[in-house]
Nanobody, 123 residues
């Protein structure tokens, strides 16, 4: 079973940037698709972005396209989420999932979750 640790969250002003990290231990991400999800207060957890470990193919939610970039470092067994042009509506706890599939066009998390990292966008 893979253990995931997210980091990099914080408080930034609108328009600012953050880079989140998700590091796996226990096993590598191998041939899985790794994804970021987020959950705002009072809302359901939603898909943000995903990347295939083997090929680096990416998917993004429409709300973050052009602003967020997901990437991976195979040597460090780490997935990153670079977030630019942040908006107050990006405020949420961000979670990493180590096994994401797409069913009917919707991202379905099937793997274990990390503890999450809080991202707050406020002036």
């Amino acid at each position: 079973q893979v253990q995931l640790v997210e980091s990099g969250g914080g408080l930034v002003q609108p328009g600012g940037s953050l880079r989140l990290s998700c590091t796996a231990s226990g096993r590598t991400f191998s041939n899985y698709r790794v994804g970021w999800f987020r959950q705002a207060p009072g809302k359901e957890r939603e898909f943000v972005a995903a990347i295939t470990w083997a090929y680096g193919s990416t998917n993004y939610a429409d709300s973050v396209k052009g602003r967020f970039t997901i990437s991976r470092d195979v040597a460090k067994n780490t997935v990153y989420l670079q977030m630019n042009s942040l908006k107050p509506e990006d405020t949420a706890v961000y979670y990493c999932n180590g096994d994401v599939s797409f069913v009917g066009g919707s991202a379905s998390p099937r793997g274990s979750w990390g503890q999450g990292t809080q991202v707050t966008i406020s002036s």
